[in-house]
């Protein structure tokens, strides 16, 4: 009886260390180019939270509203010098990413009114990024984020596969070839 036990034991463990896992390691994604040089991974891939954010004035949304989607869910303020940098990349990575399946959502942290992130998306030229804000900083907190910029990738299932903490070159063509191959619809 022992030794089945053990041939049991030993037939679970290799079948758990040799199984692919959810990681990218187990996709066939490329590798990670130079410009995303701050992308971490998420393993595994967790759910994201449905905490609510505003949309304009008072419009309450949440991830759920994105699914099916892959989601890049940047966060920045007005006043953060590296946000503002990115904010037309990731315009033009919305642009470039309408037909792929994945959506930008540039999510503000400032604490003013809905009229100050329109304005400055506004006199920017920003006429991709939808005015999204997070007045009091809860989904910001439900992520653990800990300073601007950060961006969380999310697949269309829902879930954190990765994060970028500080800026990055969005529209970079191997950024974006990454991005729509890590969050995309799958191909069978």
Known sequence: MPR????????VLI???????????????????????????????KPVPQTPFVEGDSRSRT?????????????????CAPCIKEMPQLDKLQVLSRNKGVVVLTVSEDRGAAAMVEKFLQLNDLKNLPAL???????????????????ILIDAEGREV????GPAEWDDPEAVAFIHELLGPKKP
């Open 133 to 151: 804000r997070d007045p009091e900083g809860k989904l910001m907190r439900r992520l653990a984020i800990r300073g601007l910029p950060t961006t």
């Open 4 to 11: 089945i036990i053990g041939l049991v034991f030993s037939v």
């Open 162 to 165: 990765g994060r970028v903490v």
């Open 63 to 79: 991830l759920a509203n994105y699914k099916g989607r892959g989601i890049v869910l940047n966060f920045w303020a007005t006043w």
């Open 15 to 45: 079948l758990a260390i040799s199984v692919p896992h959810s990681s990218l390691e187990a996709q066939t994604i490329s590798p990670i180019p130079p410009v995303l040089k701050h992308f971490k991974a998420t393993e595994p891939p």
